[in-house]
């Protein structure tokens, strides 16, 4: 199998780790006493989803593309990008204890212990697919390949 | 072995014990578990240990092993990539039985205060990581706990 098939792989569970993130939602919220339907769920992923595509993923695509075009040194290139992966993670952390907050009307330390529990578990499954993709890989085309910036974290 | 990565991996390792026990009181208070820093200081003292038993383990013996099987680079980093997976869901199995067995709760609550310190502790130790190599040029593969992708 060719780089670009695991590639896709792991995009499509990248996509239905993003979707495992409602349930997620509601599972913590629901262990705080903060019941609501499924629809606030919806909403609150389908909304942080919308702003970490079209804003932060397009903003952090544009610093690569800008250091790429102004011939930095790839070592920069590299701890841009995985400074970059460290601050989307935050953003997201704030973002979604900020929906959580405004949606659920929960405290923001119990919004904070939300989203991190929700960010931790989906990172946590992106590593083992990431790994477990990685390992195929690499007995299936004698290759090593990184198929995520999260896989060693 | 330089003295000065072992005199920072331990001082960063003394330092990320006392966050790391911090951290886990505040998880394990906001779920509403009876906790002290004292309990937590003692779920992770035992947790660091174990890894660092567990990093040594691998350090000493994998490197010598290696050599002398003569394997090749991408063969060497498979096995690595292998060998680390392994040992991270190793290091989340010690975490949910430990957190268990001193808060004396349900696998759940302990499985998601494992998987939010591991998850955290990755993510500062991956920027402390790249931080020093593009400050200081040099990946520090040396050390018991810190400098392991472990």
């Known amino acids: ?3 670009i098939i695991f590639i896709t792989i792991n995009i499509i569970f990248s996509y239905l780790i993003l979707l495992g993130g409602i349930f997620l939602t509601k599972f913590f919220t629901d262990k705080f ?11 609150v992923n389908v909304i942080w989803f919308l702003i970490m595509f079209f804003g932060i993923s397009i903003l952090s695509v544009l610093i690569t593309d800008y250091l790429i075009t102004i011939g930095a040194d790839i070592d920069l290139i590299t701890y841009i990008n995985i400074i970059n992966s460290v601050i989307i993670l935050l953003i ?3 973002v979604i204890a900020l929906l959580i907050k405004v949606f659920y009307k929960s405290g923001f330390k119990d919004s904070i212990f939300i989203t991190l529990a929700v960010i931790s578990i989906q990172v946590f499954i992106r590593i083992i697919v990431a790994n477990v993709l990685s390992i195929i890989f690499g007995l299936t085309t004698g290759g090593v390949s990184s198929f995520y910036v999260f896989q060693f974290i | 072995m330089d003295p000065i990565v072992i005199l920072v991996d331990v001082v960063i390792l003394i330092i990320i014990l006392i966050l790391r026990a911090l951290y886990t009181n505040w998880l394990a208070t906001k779920l509403k578990w009876e906790s002290s820093f004292r309990r937590a200081f003692l779920v992770n003292l035992v947790w660091i240990i174990l890894l660092v038993v567990i990093s040594l383990i691998v350090i000493f013996i994998s490197s010598p092993l290696f050599i002398e099987l003569g394997l090749t680079m991408d063969e060497i980093a498979l096995i690595y990539l292998m060998v680390g997976f392994l040992i991270f869901i190793i290091n989340v199995l010690i975490g949910i039985f430990i957190v268990h067995y001193f808060y004396e709760k349900e696998y759940w609550g302990s499985l998601v205060v494992t998987i939010i310190v591991v998850i955290s502790e990755r993510v500062i130790m991956v920027v402390i990581i790249v931080s020093i190599y593009f400050f200081l040029g040099m990946w520090f593969t040396e050390g018991f706990y810190l400098f392991t992708p472990f």
């Open chain 1, 33 to 43: 006493e903060c019941r609501k339907p499924y629809k606030t769920a919806v909403l």
């Open chain 1, 1 to 3: 199998m060719s780089t």
């Open chain 1, 92 to 94: 997201n952390l704030l």
